[in-house]
């Protein structure tokens, strides 16, 4: 059994997304945000349910999941597997925006509901040591969260190291599975006997895909590869270009020997440089 990788965006949002598979996001909701009792989410309505997206169209066609609850609060949930930059200040944007669109005018300000941003993040931005990290605005003084309206909850997935046989959370089950479902060849038997997990699983096995869903998937997929990798040449060439200027402004004091072992530049390179 082969299962796609969730953290592909379109795989994300045909598991996490999809109005006739709600329990899963509700699930998911409810284990991020830690809900329990009155706070449990009962329903969900997505204001952007899953379609398979055309390829030309895909520049243009929000990926992220977005939804409200019973009270009418919000939720805006968003994969991001490569760092661009700037993530936070994006998830600030967001909430703010969907915050503010609650309100026509002449509406009341008693009208506006909570938001919540659950951010997954296949890196690292924070200096936590725990993979989840929550987010509000605290008075100073007191400790004591006066203004609720905004939420913030991250997930930064490098952080997640447990094993199968370590998961002890609902929560833990759905990292685990976001990180890892791709290596997988079974559903695993910790998830078999609970009913969100095993429809994630069947949404996740790529045989139950149709062509067109198929055809989308890999082509985000080899254009997150393409964009990967012309981060890390562009990183590449400005460290090397940082080396150039680094060594000539030792030319005057040290050998070529010594700058390259220095700077990590070969001796030719060095070599070039003066003759330049």
Do not use: C
């Amino acid at each position: 059994m082969q299962f796609v990788d969730p953290k592909n965006d379109l795989a994300f949002k045909k598991i996490f997304g999809d109005e006739r598979h709600k329990e899963i996001l509700i699930s998911f909701l409810n284990s991020v945000l830690d809900f329990k009792d009155e706070q449990t989410i009962v329903d969900v309505t997505l204001a952007n349910p899953y379609q398979v997206p055309k390829i030309p169209e895909l520049k243009e066609t929000i990926l992220d999941i977005r939804a409200t609850n019973q009270k009418k609060e919000e939720f805006i949930v968003e994969m991001q597997k490569k760092d661009l930059g700037d993530f936070a200040k994006r998830s600030l944007y967001y909430t703010a925006k969907a915050y503010v669109a609650q309100l026509p005018k002449g509406n009341k300000y008693t009208k506006l509901k909570r938001v919540y941003f659950i951010g997954l993040l296949n890196f690292n931005i924070f200096e936590n040591e725990s993979y989840i990290s929550r987010h509000l605005i605290i008075n100073q003084e007191t400790q004591t969260q006066d203004l609720e309206d905004f939420e913030f909850s991250f997930i930064e997935l490098p952080k997640f190291n447990k094993s199968l046989d370590e998961l002890e959370t609902i929560l833990d089950k759905w990292i685990f599975f976001i990180k890892n479902a791709n290596d997988l060849t079974l559903i695993p038997q910790t998830y078999q006997s609970i009913k969100p997990f095993k429809e994630a699983f069947n949404i996740a096995t790529q045989t139950t895909w149709n062509k067109q869903e198929l055809e989308v998937y890999e082509y985000m997929a080899l254009k997150e590869f393409d964009e990967i990798n012309a981060l890390e040449t562009a990183e590449r060439k400005g460290e090397k270009k940082k080396a150039y200027e680094i060594a000539k402004n030792l030319l005057d004091v040290l050998d070529s020997k010594t700058i390259a072992l220095k700077i990590g530049l070969s001796i030719e390179e060095i070599e070039q440089l003066k003759n330049s």
